[in-house]
């Protein structure tokens, strides 16, 4: 057996994160009681923010580019080409919260950075992007074999505090119920390359 045509899923830590970790969960709520309505996209309940995060310097900002271009730069990317943020937001998910399947059109790249995830807080759910022409091979298959080929119908990513998630813009993919007492907090952007 060989795999091709993978999808790419990067995921990055976030340097001293511990040390930032206050900071950003202020920034997000300083930013919720500036718009208490926020907008409604993807989200079932809790708050998502103006998704224009990215038009001026703030921490979440720099958190995110510094953890970013680093990777990038280190033979992932031709650095050559532009890379420009198309949004970022800010969720926060409270009991009973969650996210409905979405994808992200017109970008290439999307993200996540966890910020503060309790347990139990909503996992992160991928559809596979052939889960419409092969869904009943990928269902058939045992896990055992699953697991060896990563021919996932749907896959789970848990939220892990201090991590970025970078994936396809095209896959579809939702946040499941909140079911702890805590808030889940998570940043979310998309990235365009001007080839």
Known sequence: MRTIFPTVIHELKVENFKSLKNKLVQFVYEQQ???LD????SNVGGWQSQPNYN???????????ET????????VLDMSKE???????MNINKKGNHNATHDHPGCHIAGVFWINSPPGCGNLEMQSPNSFNMGTEMMMYTEEFQKKSSAYPV?????TEGSILLFPACIN????????DGDRISSAFN?????
């Open 33 to 35: 009681k500036k718009d």
């Open 38 to 41: 926020g907008v409604n996209f």
């Open 55 to 65: 038009t001026y310097d703030n921490i979440l900002l720099s958190t995110i580019s």
């Open 68 to 75: 970013l271009m680093p990777y990038f730069k280190n033979n």
């Open 83 to 89: 890379i420009k943020y198309e949004g970022l937001w």
């Open 155 to 159: 896959y789970m990513f848990p939220p």
């Open 173 to 180: 993919h939702r946040v499941t119920f909140n079911e702890s």
């Open 191 to 195: 990235l365009t390359f001007n080839l």
